[in-house]
């Protein structure tokens, strides 16, 4: 069982930054891939990015390629999510999510989820 904790969230002007964090449980964080999913009311989770379990490769959303950076430190059992240039479209809840030895781009594959940071952008 591994548990997911998000931080960093907040309300931010457009054109800011913010970097999210995710803590995990569990003394196998190294052999799951960390996605990062974005969700507004009435709408399905969004891919936003995917890190593999070594760091080595990372996915993004079309979106948020060269706004958003996704990294992980396996010593801390922590992934991140720095995001640049904020937009007022980049406003939901932002969750992580684990997957061990696999690196999808859809929600259900994954296995663990965070309860979510909120994450504003004021226009």
């Not at 969230?9 to 995710?22: I, P």
């Not at 059992?77 to 809840?93: F, G, I, R």
């Amino acid at each position: 069982q591994v548990q997911l904790v998000e931080s960093g969230g907040g309300l931010v002007q457009a054109g800011g930054s913010l970097n999210l964090s995710c803590v995990a449980s569990g003394r196998t964080f190294s052999t799951y891939t960390m996605g990062w999913f974005r969700q507004t009311p009435g709408k399905e989770r969004e891919f936003v990015a995917a890190i593999m379990w070594s760091g080595g490769r990372r996915y993004y959303a079309d979106s948020v390629k060269g706004r958003f950076t996704g990294s992980r430190d396996n010593a801390k059992n922590t992934a991140y999510l720095l995001m640049n240039s904020l937009k007022p479209e980049d406003t939901a809840v932002y969750h992580c999510a684990a997957v061990q030895w696999k690196t999808p781009t859809t929600a259900p594959l994954y296995d663990y989820w965070g309860q979510g940071t909120q994450v504003t952008v004021s226009s």
